[in-house]
């Protein structure tokens, strides 16, 4: 069955410590997207790739760095980081814009 | 650049009682997809209904919307409330074009209460 798989579930992280989050898809979708989820803040574009190689700045790009190296991965990079960044963590795969995407199970990060 | 509004944060009905859900958009494109999603507690976003096509009604899972571009709307709307519709729900944008990306709004979390 086709599916978007992120790693990890949970994560805990210290202020200035580097985290990578992992996607994975088996949908075989050219788009992939990370969002961030905050209560009041709905679900922010943070980057998306059109393909494998390459990636695009979303809406809240700062502080965070995307790498696509193949069709069914994509990691979202937070090379220092802050408590401002904790929040749910959401991967999710589509094609163009008449399409939905389906969304991975979302990882909570903490940043103590 | 294209915005989402979801007017209500929280909505308290009584089961059995017509839901509905306002949703307005903002963008430059004369062809936008809008989108519902729901997102049940401690799950993923998923997708409820969508449309592209002016002034059609479009349905799914007793939930139902129209996409007025003459208003820039897209209400989510139910006859009957059931307990298990207690969710977040988004109103998503995309405008069509083949970024595919989706602007949302700050959703809209119902609670029906029996």
């Known amino acids: 069955e086709a599916a978007v798989t992120q790693s990890p579930r949970n994560k805990v992280a210290v202020t200035g410590g580097k985290v990578t989050l992992s996607c994975n898809q088996t949908?075989?979708?050219?788009?992939m997207y990370w969002y961030r989820q905050d209560t009041g803040h709905g679900l922010r574009l943070i980057h998306y790739?059109?393909?494998?190689?390459?990636?695009e700045k979303g809406d809240i790009p700062d502080g965070y760095k995307a790498s696509r190296p193949s069709q069914e991965n994509f990691s979202l990079i937070l090379e220092l980081a802050t408590p401002s960044q904790t929040s749910v963590y959401f991967c999710?795969?589509?094609?163009?814009?008449?399409?939905?995407?389906?969304f991975g199970s979302g990882t909570r990060l903490l940043v103590i | 650049g294209d915005s989402v509004t979801q007017t209500e944060g929280l909505v308290t009905l009584t089961e059995g009682l017509p839901v509905m859900l306002n949703c307005t958009y903002q963008?430059?494109?004369?062809?936008?997809?809008l989108f519902w999603y729901v997102q049940h507690l401690n799950e993923s976003p998923r997708l409820l209904l969508k449309?592209?096509?002016?002034?059609k009604r479009t349905e799914h899972q007793g939930f139902h919307a129209t996409l007025h571009k003459s208003s820039s709307s897209f209400h989510l709307q139910k006859s009957s409330a059931q307990l298990s519709d207690s969710a977040l729900y988004y109103c998503?944008?995309?405008?069509?074009?083949?970024?595919?990306?989706?602007?949302f709004g700050d959703g809209t979390v119902l609670t029906v209460k029996p």
């Open positions: 999710a795969s589509g094609w163009t814009g008449d399409s939905d995407y389906t």
């Open positions: 949908n075989n979708h050219n788009n």
């Open positions: 790739s059109y393909g494998a190689g390459s990636t």
């Open positions: 963008t430059i494109y004369s062809n936008p997809f």
């Open positions: 449309s592209f096509t002016d002034n």
């Open positions: 998503a944008l995309s405008d069509n074009t083949n970024t595919g990306k989706l602007t």
